[in-house]
């Protein structure tokens, strides 16, 4: 009997839950609406359980509260920052935890419509994101404690530490075929094969993985190494053509011409199979000019991630079929206003083509002119990714830590969802290499190239997308090409 007894004492204490884990309702739905779809993370640990209990939502017509993401500007954190994250992150990697990201944040609590005086913006969170299953409350409250103490030490008054589950996802004939409007037929399946911002392409032995990224930049050589007229990369050219024709015809009558669609699909696979079928001979849109191993700044102390190339495309591929955006600059000007009600500085060429112009300095980044509707410091960011398009975030204010599958540490830009319908995920797989954006002075500059995202797990939206910042990499760019 006395055997029976320990065995039941042995089960009963294998199912003690922590006083400090957060029961079912508030680890699956806490962070509530900073994703798409329910894919937003599960929480794990706050250390301002004890003081702010989260509330649940009662009676027939209840209401989940709904969150997103702002950025960290004008806060005690912001001048402290550079000091107390690298002890922020040894803290943690102290404790043998495994980690993935360190994101400062501070979180937005909605209103219901009518009721948007009841929205709050919160203290400033220390976001640590750990692989799910891997960590108890119990280490995370231990070790919360000790980042909230070395924040005081730092005068960082009324944060809180707050830990998540995450998992990492890393985010090529004859000339290039026109750019075809959304009514045509072959409208999303010709797109891989026309010279748009956002070129989905592989390198050569990788096709058979799927393992794709997205062309982002296209340069326009001004003048050579020697000072002569260039045009290189494409020329100027705008046309009216008949698909485009069509499509007004289309948007008129607004009737789909069904066996019409079918010919025009019947046709481009008759042309894909005759001149795009072979790889090497015919997908290959120019040639690789400089490209150098992936890198960390572990000398230089700053952490930042190197990794990008640069190859000279082939004119007769492309200075014919470069078409401009799809979004017309009504369009775009309300996606940005959008956001936050605020004033915005974006405005966009009647020509519908973005030109980048510079890039954005540390500095631009920590003082942006932006505020949203709330009074609050922001910065609005675009991207053209080959998987996702045209999408807008928020740029989160603050470097923050990740760390990849193979363990090397790495310093990143973070970008937050944000969106028109809804929440919008910024980013998601083959999205990879594209440019992030914010426009400055009616410019658009370079602030990041994307570089990865963290998110549930498989086909989940992304919570945070990661981006390596863009002034090392420009400079490194423009010193070296000014060498060719």
């Known amino acids: 009997m006395s055997s029976n007894l320990s065995t039941l004492a042995l089960a009963s204490d294998a199912t003690v839950v922590s006083q400090y884990t957060p029961d079912e309702y508030e ?47 004008d806060t005690p954190l912001n001048s402290v920052w550079d000091t107390v994250a690298p002890e922020i992150h040894d803290l943690i990697k102290a404790r043998k935890i495994n980690w993935l990201f360190v994101d400062p944040a501070h979180f937005f609590t909605h209103g219901l419509p009518g009721e948007e005086h009841k929205e709050s913006l919160g203290p400033v969170v220390i976001w640590v994101s750990v692989i799910p299953g891997s960590t108890s409350s119990d280490t995370t409250h231990e070790v919360s404690r000790e980042i909230l103490t070395l924040l005081l030490k730092n005068r960082v008054k009324d944060a809180i530490v707050e830990w998540r589950e995450a998992v990492l996802q890393r985010l090529t004939g004859p000339p290039l075929m026109h750019h075809v409007s959304s009514n045509n037929a072959i409208h999303y399946v010709c797109r891989i094969f026309t010279a748009l911002l956002r070129i989905p392409f592989a390198t050569e032995g990788m096709e058979e993985e799927d393992v794709q990224g997205t062309l982002t930049l296209w340069f326009h050589e001004n003048k050579d190494k020697d000072g002569n007229p260039s045009d290189k990369v494409y020329k100027a050219k705008e046309r009216q053509d008949a698909d485009n024709a069509k499509g007004i015809r289309a948007n008129r009558r607004n009737l789909e011409d069904v066996n019409e669609a079918i010919a025009d699909l019947k046709a481009f696979y008759n042309k894909v199979m005759k001149h795009w079928s072979e790889i090497n001979l015919h997908c290959n849109i120019g040639h690789v000019q400089y490209a150098a191993s992936i890198t960390i700044d572990i000398e230089g102390g700053t952490l930042y991630t190197s990794d990008w190339a640069a190859f000279l495309a082939a004119e007769a591929k492309v200075k014919d079929e470069f078409k401009r955006s799809k979004y017309s600059p009504q369009e775009l000007t309300a996606m940005f206003y959008h956001l936050g009600g605020g004033a915005t500085t974006f405005k966009f060429s009647e020509e519908r083509k973005l030109r ?36 807008i975030g928020r740029y989160a204010g603050l470097m923050s830590f990740t760390l990849n599958k193979v363990g090397i540490e790495s310093v990143e830009l973070s970008i937050y969802n944000s969106g028109v319908k809804g929440v919008e995920a910024f980013s998601a797989k083959e999205d990879l290499g594209s440019f992030v954006w914010h426009m400055t002075n009616s410019k658009a500059c370079i602030v990041g190239q994307l570089q990865s995202g963290n998110n549930k797990g498989g086909s989940t939206s992304n919570h945070v997308t990661y981006c390596t910042p863009g002034w090392p990499s420009i400079s490194a760019f423009v010193n070296i090409f000014s060498e060719l």
Request: one cysteine or more; hydrophobic letters at 25%.
């Open 27 to 73: 680890r699956t739905s806490y962070y509530n609406g900073i994703t798409g779809d329910g894919d937003h993370p599960e929480l794990v640990y706050r250390s301002d359980f004890p003081t702010t209990p989260s509330p649940k939502p009662v009676g027939r017509h209840a209401h989940l509260p709904v969150k997103s993401l702002r950025g960290i500007f």
């Open 356 to 391: 980048i112009e510079g890039y954005a300095t540390k500095e631009d980044l920590t003082n942006p002119t932006e505020f949203d509707s709330k009074g609050q410091r922001c910065l609005i960011v675009g991207k053209n990714g080959n998987t996702t398009d045209l999408t």
